[in-house]
């Protein structure tokens, strides 16, 4: 398993190139399932769940060819299978995404239950009980959602929880559903909104998305199109925090200012001088050490949950004590221990976190838990004292595009050990 070397106490200067959004790649990929024609990604990012997205739908059948500007152009024509194994869901739980596209084109899906996952128990009962309720006939057995329906009728769904890809896998069922869906209380996440501009490229009717509520009105069918994927906002961010726990200065390029209110907010209350133009952000820190900041997750437009981890990496040597909150996910700490280990002083009580920040972490071997969990791990080993070597870091290579190349280019001192 490979390993991140990372020696700390380098402020971080320089510019850097953000990546598609992979919360957005992963749900348009699957929307290519409801397509009669071709249609072409592009700004897709190089990870390692785009892989799986890409292995998922090669072994369903369908034909996809990277071109020479990395657009994935994904063919459904030749399907066969409408089947998402265990081995591939339980690596990716957003492989759920294809239930809702194959049942609403094809009429059948078997695809794996997703199960737990590190950050807490995670259900899809409102991706289920929302296409039952357009129709589905839908049994779980043997571990897997066994799903047909002759076709689709629209319904007036109302999410209990504010539910991203359930908004998304139910918003792509109703593209070809009978009738008019109205989804309550949807996601209101940017990823959801350019995965419905993806669907409307492809012909499906569909407004408000961005609010919550999205109203769709079921086509017989939906054509090939060509998309862009937007920005991935997380590591714009994620790359902001790393400039600002080390006291550095970064502009990130080909990002979205406007997608980042609630982050960029409480990293200028951590102390940050900010620049902003059309697609890029400039985060200075003036060599200063960042002040504590309190942070509520919560569904977008608040502070993100994806973000969460990073804000305890910072607050974990800023100046002051701080407070997290997580509201989205029951078990999102687990990132904390290892914090610990390299001197971090954290106490957490139910959903919330103190951190008293102190002036040097240390170095210490720890161990990627997610995704985010590991960004907030290379965070620390940015400013920590000695050399942090993080193992199990196929979790940050799900989300994070070439992150050592990208941290190497802003003066970091970071190498990758193949094991
Ligand atoms: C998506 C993102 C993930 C992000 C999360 C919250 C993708 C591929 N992943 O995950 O990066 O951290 O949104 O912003 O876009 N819930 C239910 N029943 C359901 C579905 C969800 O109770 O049927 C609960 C979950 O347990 C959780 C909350 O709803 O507590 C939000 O989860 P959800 O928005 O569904 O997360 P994902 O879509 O899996």
Redesign the pocket.
């Known amino acids: 398993m490979d390993k991140l070397i990372i020696t700390g106490g380098q402020p971080l200067r320089g510019e850097v190139r953000i990546s598609g959004a ?2 957005a790649a ?2 348009i990929l699957a929307a290519t399932l409801l397509a009669d024609g071709p249609v072409t990604i592009s700004n897709i990012p190089h990870l390692r769940d785009v892989t799986t997205t890409m292995e998922l739908l090669g072994r369903m059948g369908v034909e996809l060819v990277v071109d020479e500007r990395m657009r994935i152009k994904v063919n459904s024509a030749s399907i066969r299978k409408f089947f998402a194994p265990y081995e591939l869901v339980k690596t990716m ?2 492989s759920i ?1 294809v239930l809702g596209p194959l049942l609403a084109r094809y009429g059948r899906a078997v695809v794996s239950l997703p199960g737990g996952c590190a950050i ?9 009980q929302g296409l039952a309720k357009m129709g589905a006939d839908i049994r779980v057995e043997g571990g897997y959602i066994h799903a047909r329906a002759k076709r689709l009728r629209g319904a007036r769904l109302f999410l ?7 908004t ?1 896998n139910l918003m792509m069922a109703a593209t070809l559903a009978d009738g008019t869906t109205v989804i309550e209380n949807a ?1 209101r ?1 940017p ?1 959801v909104v350019d995965l419905a501009q993806c669907l409307v490229a492809m012909g499906a009717r569909l407004t408000g998305a961005g609010t919550d509520v999205i109203e769709i009105e079921g086509v017989a069918s939906l054509s090939g199109a060509q998309y862009e994927v937007l920005p991935d906002r ?1 590591e714009s961010a994620t790359y902001l925090v790393a400039a600002a726990i080390t006291g550095g200065c970064v502009r990130v390029k080909c990002t979205r200012p406007s997608l980042l209110e609630a982050v960029l907010e409480k990293l200028i209350e951590a102390g940050a001088v900010l620049d902003i133009g059309d697609d890029w952000i400039e985060l200075d820190m003036r060599g200063q050490r960042p002040h504590a900041v309190a942070v509520c997750t919560s ?2 437009p608040a502070f ?3 973000m969460q981890a990073q804000f305890t990496a910072l607050n974990a040597t800023a100046e002051g004590v701080g407070i997290i909150t997580e509201t ?3 078990n999102r700490f687990m990132h904390v221990d290892e914090l610990r280990r390299m001197g971090a002083d954290i106490t957490v009580k139910g959903n919330t976190a103190i951190i008293n920040g102190i002036e040097k972490l240390t170095a210490a071997p720890v161990m990627a838990t997610d ?2 969990a590991s960004a907030s791990l290379v965070l620390a080993g940015l400013v920590a004292e000695g050399d942090t070597v993080v193992d199990r870091i196929y979790h940050i290579d799900r989300g994070y595009q070439c992150i050592e190349e990208k941290l190497r280019q802003l003066g970091a001192r970071i190498q990758r050990i193949p094991g």
Not at 120 to 128: A, E, F, Q
């Open positions: 992979k919360n992963l749900p739980r957003a995404l807490g128990s995670r259900p899809v009962d409102l991706h289920i209990d929880t504010v539910t991203v890809t359930g998304e996601a996440e990823e997380i569904p977008f993100p949950t994806d989205v996910f029951e995704l985010r």
